[in-house]
């Protein structure tokens, strides 16, 4: 939809008119009036901040300087970083660039591919109050957005589903309408984690030039650990130190009994690991996955392939074995990205934002097949930017510039800081951090 409305890819059949013009036979003044923000690729990753900015002016056939009095409200946030590779910003800050570059040829329609998807909700916040902002000076905006707090914040929603329109209307109208997809019942609290030793220990971990500024905490065997901070706050580091990716600079941990100083080879082969960024191989098909996986871990083939047809079997994927990962609809990929990351049932699953991007149904879907692994007594250490997977969790930490600020219950932490939610207690936390950049 987005391609075809910005004159990227040509309808096979109707019409579409964006600001009066026909996106097919007049292509080139609609190009002359809208941006584009798309989900997966916006930025160069290796130009500066400034070289991104005014390689999309060039595109545009203006300056910078021409364009400036469109951006200054947004640009002027991140200026001060225009030497700044791409690459090497927050979430929070690649977001502004990204739109100073979809807007900086003063456009009259702006068109956002969920812009904020794998972005923390301080970040996401200040981005809608940007939107908003744009609106005020007579912008047109269409986005979308699997977040229902900025669903809400729409002046009407359109629901796509499986291509073709279902709804489209008031938001509070739409999503009461389907309300069994973007509003599911919530799910029971958990409470299933098992005494004993920790499964995961960590002392005064520290990692150089304060990525991981002294950590300490343990996590039970069948617990589900809610690992929260916004961007550039030290999770990812933290976690591949756990995972044995990457080793401290001081302080101790051990995970499944694994020294991760010492003993990281060992923690590799029984743990399981699961990115939003890279999970599974799309030009192979789910059986082969399956069993590619299965192999490096070290399972039998016999065991592979029994286990294999249960889990077809029960994500209903059987008719879907010989399908290319590639071709799968994207909850899918993640439901059999997840079954993947705990086929050798290990101690662990390190479970890095796994619903990045995916409706309120699929996503509750996700949940349950996390708790089911957490009763057989797997333990999840998760990180996630909805909030309302967080309190799915027993336990949460959230991290400011390298350090655990809090750590509990979801129940105990929104009474420690007066908050409604837990989305209340991480803005409070997140809005004292003092980084501005991963």
Not at 37 to 46: A, E, I, N, R
Not at 151 to 157: A, G, H, K, P, Q
Request: hydrophobic share 40%; proline share 4%.
């Amino acid at each position: 939809m987005y391609r075809i409305l910005c004159t990227l890819l040509l309808p096979d059949a109707g019409s579409a008119f964006v600001d009066g013009f026909d996106v097919v036979s007049q292509m080139r003044e609609v190009r002359k009036r809208v941006g584009y923000m798309p989900g997966k690729f916006s930025l160069y990753q290796d130009l500066t901040v400034e070289e991104n900015l005014k390689f999309f002016a060039t595109l545009f056939g203006t300056t910078i300087d021409e364009g400036y009095d469109s951006i200054r409200a947004i640009y002027s946030q991140i200026e001060r970083f225009k030497d700044r590779r791409a690459g090497a910003l927050s979430g929070g800050m690649k977001q502004k660039l990204a739109l100073s570059c979809a807007l900086v040829h003063s456009p009259s329609v702006l068109f956002l591919d969920e812009p904020t998807t794998g972005v923390d909700p301080v970040s996401r916040k200040e981005l809608w109050d940007m939107l908003l902002m744009l609106r005020e000076r007579g912008i047109t905006i269409m986005a979308s957005t699997p977040y229902l707090d900025e669903v809400r914040l729409c002046d009407r929603i359109a629901f796509l589903n499986q291509g073709k329109m279902e709804g489209i209307g008031k938001p509070n109208v739409v999503l009461e309408h389907f309300r069994d997809i973007f509003m599911p019942e919530a799910l029971p609290l958990h409470g299933s984690a098992e005494g004993g030793s920790p499964i995961i220990s960590v002392s005064h971990l520290v990692k150089a030039f304060g990525a991981v500024d002294d950590i300490s905490f343990t996590v039970q065997k069948g617990e589900i650990f809610g690992f929260l901070g916004a961007n550039g706050a030290g999770k990812t580091t933290a976690m591949h130190m756990l995972t044995g990716l990457n080793q401290p600079t001081s302080g101790t941990g051990k995970v499944v009994g694994y020294d991760i100083s010492t003993e990281y080879e060992q923690i590799k082969k029984h743990i399981g690991y699961m990115s939003q960024k890279f999970s599974l191989y799309e030009d192979l098909t789910v059986a082969e996955n399956i069993r590619l996986f299965a192999g490096i871990y070290g399972m039998k083939k016999k065991e592979v392939e029994r286990k294999m047809d249960e889990l077809l079997h029960q994500l209903k994927f059987e008719e879907h074995k010989n399908d290319l990962v590639g071709s799968l609809p994207l909850g899918w990929k993640q439901k059999l990205a997840f079954s993947v990351s705990i086929f050798h049932e290990p101690g662990v699953v390190f479970l890095d934002e796994p619903t990045g991007g995916v409706d309120p149904a699929t996503r509750h879907q996700f949940w349950e097949l996390i708790y089911e692994a957490a009763q057989r007594g797997i333990t999840v250490f998760v990180t996630t930017h909805y909030m309302d997977e967080a309190e799915y969790c027993d336990r949460i930490s959230i991290m400011v510039d390298g350090k655990i600020k809090a750590i509990g219950t979801p129940e105990e932490l929104k009474k420690e800081y007066h908050q409604p939610d837990i989305d209340g207690v991480f803005t409070l936390l997140a809005r004292q951090a003092t980084r501005s950049s991963d």
